[in-house]
C-alpha cells in the first residue's frame, strides 16, 4: 500500500462557506474537496469523497455478505413495460425519466429495482430448492426530486446499496427479514452513527411491513415520533397516538347555531366556547375518482399517508370547491348529514367523542351536539390522525415526542406484490406454482456518507470516525523546503503504509498555519506533525482529531506507527 503525497493529489480546499449550502455536511464536502455540483441534485465525487465513499461501502459489502447475499450489478435503464406491468410507471410520477431507444421503445432510468430484480428471479428460479435467496447490489439511482437540497442528503443521481430477498412463503421471510434488521443496525454502528429504527409506511414500495431507519438531527427533513417511555417509534405518517373518548357523556338533542364569518374550527370553537377537541373537522379529498369527506376531532390533523392506505388510494388530492358543493355540503361550513356522493372517512377520534360541533352545510351555522351513529354514518371508520407531540402512547400511555431525522436505510416486506404482477413463481414441495415472496433493502450510500458529516464535525471542520476516513493519518511536514524533514516525513509516512495504513503526506509548500487550518478542515483521525524543531528533540507530535490531544512520540518509525495504531483503535473503541 502506497501513501499519497497531497501536492500530487487532487483536493482542492475552500477557506469560505460556501453561500449555496444549508446543511453542515453540504457545507464540508465542499470546502474540503469532496464533491463538487455539476446540475440541481447532480454531483461528482472528488478523490477525497470516493475514498470516503468506498470506505462506506466496504462496511456495507461485509454486512450484507455475512447474512447470505449475494452482490451482483443490474442495469440503470429498464424497460418501461416492465414498470407497466407493476403499475408503477403511473403510481411512480415524476420522479420516473422516461425516453425512447432509437427503436422507438419506451425505457426509463431506474430509481429502484424491484420490477429488474423479479423479472430475473422469473427467468431463473424454478424450484423451492433454490429459496431462500438474498441478491444485492451498489448501484447508481436516478430519481427527479423536485426538491434537491442538502448536498447528498437530497439528491436526483445517487448511489444505493439495493437488496431483494426470495422465499417460500411469508414465515420464512419473517424468520428473514431481522437478520437484515440486525445487519443495518451494525452498519450503521461501524460507520459512527445512532440510529433510531422507526416503523414506517410502505407507500410506493407496497408490502405488509416496513422499517426506516432515522438519525436524529435538526437537519433533517423526515420527522419521526419516539416514546419517552416503552421506546416505540414510528414514521410520523403512520405514528399512532392515544385518543380520549368521552363516550360516557349523555347525547343531546341536535341544536342549529347562527356562526356568521366561522369558516375555521378555531374561530367556530371560540364564538361557541368549547375547546377545539369537541368539534368535527370536515376535510375534502379526491381519490379513485370520488370525493372523500374526511370527519376528524377538530384538534386533530389528517394524516394523508394513513388516509391513502386505508383507501387503497395513490392518487390521493384536495378536492376543489366544486367538487365538495356537489355532495351538498358548504364549504367552511361542511357537515356529514345530509351528503350524497361521497366516501365518508370517520377517524377513530370522532366515534370515540360525544356532542360535538359540526358544520350545518349552511351558510353562516353549525350545529350543536352531532354524534357519530346517531346523526350520520361513515364507509370507513379507522386511525388517519397525525400524531402531534405531547401526545400519549398508545401501548404504554408515556409521552410522545415529534423528532426530526435523516432516513439512512428503508426495509421492506413486500411479499407477493412485483411477483403476481411479473409472474414470478416456483414450484413449491408439492409441485404447485406459487409466486415468490420477496424482501426489499435499501441503503443511500452518499445520504449515509453525508449523515457521517452531520454527526461528527466541529467548528473547525470534519471528525471522521476510523472506519470511514478517506485517510487513518495526515503526516504534515512543516517546513518542506528542507530537506531532513521531507525525506524523514516521506520514510515515516511509508512505514504506516506498509502498516496498512491510509496516509496522506502533506508535502504543500505552505505556513504551518494553512496546513493546520487544513489538518483539521479534513478531520483525518491522526495527525503526525513533523518539523525541523521536534527533530532537532528526536521527537514527532501526534495530534488526536476528536478531541486535539497531542502526544510526542520518539522519532522512531517502529513507534510511531505503534503509537498510531494505538490511537486509531482508541478512537474506534
Not at 140 to 150: C, I, L, Q, V, Y
Not at 357 to 365: K, P, T, Y
Not at 525 to 553: H, N, Y
Amino acid at each position: 500500500m502506497a501513501y499519497v503525497r497531497w501536492s500530487r493529489y487532487f483536493l482542492p480546499t475552500w477557506k469560505e462557506e460556501p453561500a449555496e449550502a444549508d446543511l453542515p455536511s453540504h457545507k464540508l464536502m465542499l470546502r474540503a474537496g469532496l464533491i463538487r455540483p455539476l446540475a440541481a441534485g447532480i454531483y461528482t465525487y472528488l478523490p477525497l469523497g470516493w475514498r470516503a465513499l468506498r470506505k462506506v461501502e466496504a462496511i456495507v459489502r461485509e454486512e450484507m455478505d455475512a447474512i447470505g447475499g449475494a452482490e451482483l450489478h443490474m442495469p440503470v435503464v429498464h424497460p418501461a413495460e416492465l414498470w407497466a406491468k407493476t403499475g408503477r410507471l403511473v403510481d411512480a410520477g415524476e420522479i420516473l425519466i422516461r425516453f425512447q431507444d432509437r427503436a422507438g421503445r419506451e425505457m426509463v432510468l431506474g430509481p429502484t429495482h424491484e420490477e429488474v430484480v423479479t423479472d430475473l428471479a422469473r427467468r431463473e428460479i424454478q424450484s423451492w430448492r433454490q429459496l431462500p435467496l438474498m441478491l444485492y447490489q451498489i448501484q447508481t439511482k436516478f430519481r427527479d426530486e423536485p426538491r434537491s437540497r442538502g448536498g447528498l442528503v437530497r439528491v436526483r443521481e445517487f448511489t444505493m446499496k439495493d437488496g431483494y430477498s426470495f422465499h417460500e412463503d411469508l414465515a420464512d421471510l419473517d424468520r428473514y427479514y431481522p437478520e437484515v434488521y440486525q445487519a443495518y443496525l451494525r452498519i450503521f454502528r461501524r460507520c459512527g452513527l445512532a440510529t433510531v429504527p422507526v416503523e414506517a409506511d410502505s407507500g410506493m414500495m407496497g408490502g405488509t411491513g416496513s422499517h426506516e431507519f432515522m438519525l436524529a438531527s435538526e437537519h433533517g427533513e423526515d420527522t419521526f415520533v419516539r416514546c419517552e417511555g416503552c421506546g416505540y417509534a414510528a414514521n410520523r405518517e403512520g405514528a399512532v397516538a392515544a385518543k380520549d373518548a368521552d363516550l360516557d357523556e349523555a347525547l343531546r338533542a341536535v341544536e342549529e347555531v347562527a356562526t356568521p364569518g366561522c369558516e375555521t374550527i378555531e374561530a367556530v370553537a371560540r364564538a361557541l366556547g368549547v375547546p377545539t377537541s369537541k368539534t368535527a373537522k370536515a376535510v375534502f379529498y379526491r381519490a379513485a375518482g370520488e370525493v372523500v369527506f374526511v370527519v376528524v376531532r377538530g384538534d386533530l390533523e389528517v394524516n394523508e399517508a394513513k388516509l391513502a392506505r386505508v383507501l387503497g388510494a395513490g392518487d390521493l388530492r384536495p378536492a376543489t370547491e366544486d367538487d365538495i358543493r356537489a355532495t351538498g355540503a358548504v364549504p367552511g361550513y361542511a357537515s356529514p348529514i345530509g351528503v350524497t356522493g361521497a366516501r365518508v372517512v370517520v377517524d377513530d377520534s370522532i366515534a370515540g367523542a360525544r356532542n360535538l360541533v359540526a358544520g350545518a352545510n349552511r351558510e353562516g351555522f353549525h350545529l350543536r351536539n352531532v354524534n357519530f351513529g346517531r346523526d350520520f354514518q361513515a364507509s370507513v371508520v379507522a386511525d388517519v390522525a397525525l400524531a402531534r407531540d405531547g401526545d400519549r402512547c398508545l401501548r404504554c400511555g408515556g409521552t410522545l415526542r415529534v423528532e426530526r431525522g435523516i432516513e439512512l436505510g428503508h426495509i421492506f416486506k413486500l411479499g407477493t406484490k412485483y411477483s403476481q404482477a411479473l409472474e414470478a413463481t416456483f414450484l413449491d414441495r408439492e409441485g404447485r406454482a406459487r409466486p415468490l415472496v420477496m424482501g426489499c433493502y435499501g441503503i443511500g450510500i452518499g445520504r449515509l456518507l453525508a449523515a457521517v458529516l452531520e454527526a461528527h464535525h466541529d467548528r473547525d471542520g470534519i471528525v471522521w470516525p476510523g472506519s470511514v476516513a478517506p485517510f487513518h493519518v495526515l503526516v504534515a511536514v512543516l517546513n518542506p523546503k528542507e530537506p531532513e524533514p521531507l525525506a524523514y516525513a516521506a520514510s515515516v509516512a511509508e512505514h504506516l503504509a506498509q502498516a496498512g495504513l491510509d496516509v496522506l503526506l502533506d508535502d504543500r509548500e505552505r505556513t504551518a498555519g494553512e496546513k493546520f487550518h487544513d489538518a483539521k478542515l479534513l478531520g483525518i483521525p491522526v495527525l503526525a506533525v513533523i518539523g525541523p524543531r521536534g527533530l532537532r528533540k528526536g521527537e514527532v507530535d501526534l495530534e488526536r482529531r476528536r478531541d486535539g490531544a497531542r502526544t510526542p512520540v520518539r522519532a522512531s518509525l517502529d513507534v510511531i506507527a505503534t503509537s498510531v495504531q494505538d490511537m486509531l483503535r482508541a478512537e474506534s473503541s
